[in-house]
């Protein structure tokens, strides 16, 4: 079940978090930062939306989107998040289809994604495949020397 996450969620999102081990620390300071916004001030304000999966009453996982500035109907798919032990059972699509869903109900034509080329998010990049996204571009060295931006997009 997927639904719109609530503050009380705050404890299964950071430990979703802290169980990616592809994430950085960084990356996992990143999410903290963004749900803290968007628990503050909500969604209209801080332009984070969060949604959450469940198995039973545990989060299993979580996604983070908002419009992108400057665009007319186009989204950024910030975050998408499955605990380890929760992936391979349809939670990450369960996930993406909420995404979409909720921004087809706003209005929105078109989901911007980014990720990293590094070997360890090739599974990251065969999922986004998966469910219908298009690679649109790779820009080289982006993050890093050696490590590329890869850009996906889904019209809706």
Not at 30 to 50: K, T
Not at 93 to 120: C, H, M, N, P, Y
């Amino acid at each position: 079940m997927t639904e719109t996450a609530k503050e009380q969620d705050s404890a299964g999102i950071i430990l979703v978090t802290s169980h990616i081990d592809v994430f950085t620390d960084e990356e996992k300071e990143c999410v903290a930062e963004l749900w803290d916004e968007y628990v503050r001030h909500g969604p209209e304000v801080s332009g984070y939306n969060f949604v959450v999966a469940r198995d039973g009453d545990q989060v299993s996982g979580f996604a983070c989107y908002g419009e992108r500035s400057l665009t007319e109907g186009t989204y950024d798919l910030y975050w998408i998040a499955v605990d380890p032990g929760d992936q391979g059972k349809g939670t990450g699509r369960a996930l993406l289809q909420r995404v979409e869903d909720d921004i087809r109900q706003l209005g929105g034509r078109l989901i911007f994604v980014e990720t990293s080329g590094l070997e360890k998010y090739a599974p990251t990049r065969k999922f986004y495949l998966a469910t219908g996204y298009l690679l649109e571009a790779t820009i080289k060295d982006f993050y890093s020397p050696g490590d590329d931006l890869v850009i996906f997009t889904k019209h809706l």
